[in-house]
C-alpha cells in the first residue's frame, strides 16, 4: 500500500510541477493545484498509512499505540478546503484576464505591462492607471 501511495504521489508532484512551469496561465493554475494535492498526500502519507484502528479511545480504555494519528487528516482536510477556495478564485481571475486581454500566454502578457516611467524604478500600477490624467486636458473652473 505505502508504494501505491508513494507512486501516486510522485506522478502528482511531477504533473504538477510540469504544468506549473507552462507559459499558459490556466495550466499553472492547474499545475499549481496538483502541487497542492501532492503535498496533501505527503501529509497524509506521514500519519502512518495502513492503521485499521480508529483515534477514539473509550472510556476506561487504553491508548491505542497502532492508531491512525488524527492530526495530520484534519490538515489535509483543511488544506484541501483552503486550495479549492483559492483554486476557484484563481481561476476566476485567468477567466477575467483572458476576457480583458485576450490570450492566456505568459510571455504575450509580458507585453500588456506598462512601460517603466523611471529605469531605475519599477512602474507602479497606481502610475498605469493614472497615466491618462496628465495627458487629459484640465478643466477650467469659472
Not at 18 to 31: E, K, Q, T
Not at 72 to 82: E, K, M
Not at 97 to 120: F, I, K, N, S
Request: proline residues 6%; negative net charge.
Amino acid at each position: 500500500m505505502i508504494w501505491a501511495v508513494a507512486f501516486a504521489l510522485w506522478i502528482t508532484l511531477t504533473a504538477g510541477l510540469y504544468l506549473a512551469l507552462s507559459r499558459d496561465v490556466l495550466r499553472c493554475v492547474v499545475g499549481l493545484a496538483l502541487l497542492g494535492s501532492a503535498v496533501n498526500l505527503l501529509l497524509l502519507a506521514a500519519g502512518r498509512l495502513g492503521s485499521a484502528q480508529p483515534a477514539v479511545i473509550e472510556a476506561g480504555g487504553r491508548v491505542l499505540q497502532e492508531a491512525a494519528n488524527p492530526l495530520p487528516q484534519a490538515l489535509v482536510l483543511t488544506a484541501i478546503v483552503i486550495g479549492f477556495a483559492l483554486m476557484c478564485f484563481a481561476l476566476v481571475l485567468v477567466m477575467q484576464l483572458v476576457r480583458r486581454v485576450g490570450t492566456d500566454d505568459a510571455l504575450a502578457l509580458r507585453l500588456v505591462e506598462p512601460e517603466p516611467a523611471d529605469p531605475v524604478k519599477p512602474p507602479l500600477a497606481f502610475d498605469a492607471v493614472h497615466a491618462d490624467d496628465d495627458a487629459r486636458p484640465q478643466r477650467a473652473d469659472t
